[in-house]
């Protein structure tokens, strides 16, 4: 992945900051305005995740006074899509 960096505008009038890609030659330009920019920081782009898979946590659900089977259903359906 790419590094990104954030630019700031040097119009005082401007002032826009923004993320660019760090080999991205046209950002040295505000989008905005069209003024010089400058880098302000950089951001290193996120480590690779590893492609094994994480050890699954045991889960456990406790339903108190749930007075119908469809709300028992709708709780499974909602923590399956989470």
């Known amino acids: 992945m790419a590094d990104y ?5 040097s119009d005082p009038t401007c002032r ?3 993320p660019a890609p760090a080999a991205d030659g046209d950002a040295a330009r505000c989008p905005w305005c069209g003024s010089p920019t400058s880098v302000v920081h950089t951001l290193a782009a996120p480590a690779e995740a590893d492609e094994s898979p994480a050890a699954a946590a045991p889960i456990a659900a406790l339903l108190d006074n749930v007075r119908s089977l469809f709300n028992v259903g709708s709780i499974f359906r909602s923590a399956d899509g989470a």
């Open 5 to 9: 960096v954030i630019r700031a505008c």
């Open 16 to 18: 826009a900051r923004y």
